[in-house]
């Protein structure tokens, strides 16, 4: 009877249970495809205000297949190919012409501005040409090339700068031509250059969330020396006291390596927070939302809720080039992708080209059909392996066809996955027909501008349909017609 009453508790419990996550998916199913396809059911705005950010996100597969391989160092390719653009904003004026020997660490291009960089020649030889070369985004900028002696001799103006405050510290990170190394290119000096007190959070991405990416990684198991630096003498000059450094939970080694870091620098509050590994917790307001619980709403800044984030690399870049004076001129690379034959993270002077790098890891097993600057998720497919690495290029990725492959899309089937999948919350599908009808209302209604880029909607959507692609066209229709309405005012 006792057994009984026992098993008739337990199928009572599951049914419930069952009937309660039923009720839950369906009542979300419906409230989703609802919300998606009404677009001004609600005022977006404020629903963005109100529901963004839940841990939302899709599991890729990772892929992480060369975390395990020793990182190797390319010494001295023949050429490099250094363009005046790495960076967010105006291209750099090249300071070298034709015939001039440099060495690495040689100034061969002075930044344009506030919002610039500064590049270095990362090999030592001489200028063979400057040349026009076609950016991924399709505008053209200046490249310097560079004949290799082989030597790779140090500039012997190459010294540790004094760095004695705020202001020297600023002043030696303009110099340094340090960006956002984890993609976005910003010069690193402009995102520090705010008022010190206005910066109560320092987060270090590294939250490497991209399949087959492990540079980052690597970073963080290889140079928390350079870190630790950095960390001190931000909190020398600028005071920064609470450091949080973000990992997602499968990077146990790395997750190892910044606890003991965090426990020697006893200046400042480093502490080490595990996240889900769920893709894309590596977003900029993802990240500040999943670590200090603050949001970044649209058309703000994360400085504006007292945040700063800097990637792992980026904060190492700075502790080398503070404590030794060598400016941003190597990047470590993982190149991957199923037709590399030798998969593995690679130090490569900044401006090597794609093709020496493959050839360095044993060349290709069979052609690519495509070849990706970044990871597969937010990466830009490049032309050609003259393409050379850039400040900002975290891995190349030589996808065979069959990896490479994208489904045929169909119709929409109005099912509100990619609504219910967004970090945002975002309607990709309604962006996706304000777009076809080039409803620039609706658009911004949606909060287009809001978009990452991450793919999310585009991977879990049932129908295959191209929605980044779509939110990405969308957002430059919007650039577009700011700049019409800018011209007629
Ligand atoms: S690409 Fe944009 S709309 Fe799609 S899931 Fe990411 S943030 Fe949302
Ligand atoms: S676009 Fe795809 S995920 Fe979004 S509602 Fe349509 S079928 Fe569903």
New binding site residues.
Partial sequence: MHSLLNHFLIFKVLTLDFTARFMYNHVQWVYC?VD?FLPHRHNRKERYKDMAFYLRGIHTPHRKNTIKQPTVRINSPAFVTIPMTMHIGKPAIPTVKVGDLVQIGTKIGEADGRISSNIYSSVSGKVTKLVEYLQYNGSATTAVVIESDGEMTVDPAICPPAVHNREDLIAALRESGIVGLGGAGFPTHVKLDVEPERIEHLIINGAECEPYVTSDTVTMLTRADDMAYALRELYRCLGIINVVIAIENNKKEAIAAMREMAGAVTECNVSVKSLPSVYPQGGEKVLIYHTTGRKVLENKLPIDVGCVVLNCTTLAAIGAYLKTGMPLVEKCVTVDGGSVKNPQNVIVPIGTSIEDLFNFCGGLTEQPAKIIYGGPMMGITVRNTDTPVLKNTNAILALTPKEAKLPEPTA????????NTCPFGLA??AI?LAYEKKDIEALKALSVGTCMECGC?SF????N?P?VQMNKLSKQLLREEQMKEAKKS
């Fill in positions: 495809a998606t929409c089937i109005r099912c509100g996955t990619c609504t990709p599908a996706a909607c879990v959507c049932p129908a349909r929605l």
